[in-house]
């Protein structure tokens, strides 16, 4: 239910801002019911709305290091790390900003062009965009969080420090492919 008022709430802001014409039922595979949006045409409402628009280097906001589990085996190992620059950019012919986190041994390009190369999140509503190895499996969460996330995020810290296991890999959801 709350995915369907997010990608409704989502689309309707898209329309009227004149970024894509298309009706919103384009947008929308409900189940028998209809009572439920799936996931594959919220992600097709965004890439619909993003792919192929550019964006001009405007400023860099912050380094962020992102901490990850990635092949773990019930939460021992697989402990991952990476750097990323968060840079904004100005979507042209738009004066919309979108976030997007650079993996910090990578070039940031100049204009960006918002297609394959990138996955994107979303998260408390903000949608970013990440441009890194794909390879690297970092749940949305680790670029933004909400406060509640972030409360969890400090709890499992004390866990760690306390008994030495790690429950960060149990829930999140991945990044996707623009």
Do not use: C
């Not at 019911?33 to 619909?48: F, G, M, Q, V, Y």
């Amino acid at each position: 239910m709350f995915l369907k008022f997010l990608a409704a709430l989502l689309v309707n802001i898209l329309l009227l801002s004149g970024t894509f014409a298309q009706d919103e039922d384009e947008f929308f595979a409900q189940d028998k019911d209809e009572t439920e949006l799936t996931l594959r045409s919220a992600e097709s409402a965004i890439s619909a709305a993003f792919r192929g628009k550019k964006g001009q280097y405007d400023r860099r906001v912050s380094t962020k290091k992102i901490n990850w589990k990635q092949g773990s085996f019930f939460g021992f190992g697989g402990d991952r790390s990476q750097t990323y620059k968060e840079v904004l950019y100005k979507i042209e012919g738009n004066d919309a900003f979108i976030t997007v986190f650079i993996q910090d041994d990578w070039k940031v390009p100049d204009p960006l062009t918002l297609d394959s190369n990138l996955q994107y999140g979303l998260n408390n509503g903000d949608i970013f965009f990440v441009l890194h190895d794909k390879e690297q499996k970092p749940y949305q969460h680790r670029f933004k969080m909400t406060t509640l996330q972030s409360i969890a995020y400090y709890g499992n810290e004390v866990l760690k420090l306390i008994k030495g296991y790690d429950a960060s890999w149990i829930a999140g959801d991945y990044l996707h492919n623009l």
